[in-house]
């Protein structure tokens, strides 16, 4: 995002990004000084805090472990001449959710 200093905009990257965010969880300071003292808005410090998932500024920081991405259900016995029900529900998030059913 970008910051101001002497009147410019200037444009951070990631790395610097998170660079200011480890340092203010280091500072002491409250969001307001510190980000006066760095020419950054609060503003760019709460939105990359969101984009990187650093945890909250100032407390402890909270790390989001993902979960597997493949999840075995085991295999289906298709030679029974009574197949059992199949009901299935995936959340992919925001609001998707898949659902399929074999009845």
Request: aromatic letters at 6%; a positive charge.
């Amino acid at each position: 995002m970008a910051g101001s200093r002497k009147g410019k905009w200037v444009k951070r990257s990631e790395g610097e990004w998170r660079g200011l965010l480890s340092r203010f969880a280091g500072s002491g300071l409250g969001v307001e000084a510190f980000c006066r003292r760095e020419s950054i808005s609060a503003a760019s410090c709460y939105r990359w805090r969101g984009l990187l998932g650093d945890g909250r500024l100032g407390g402890e920081v909270v790390h989001h472990q993902p979960g597997p991405a493949f999840a075995d259900l085991g295999a289906l016995n298709c030679t029974s001449l009574r197949r059992p029900r199949l009901d299935l529900k995936l959340d992919l998030g925001d609001g998707l959710v898949v659902h399929l059913v074999r009845s």
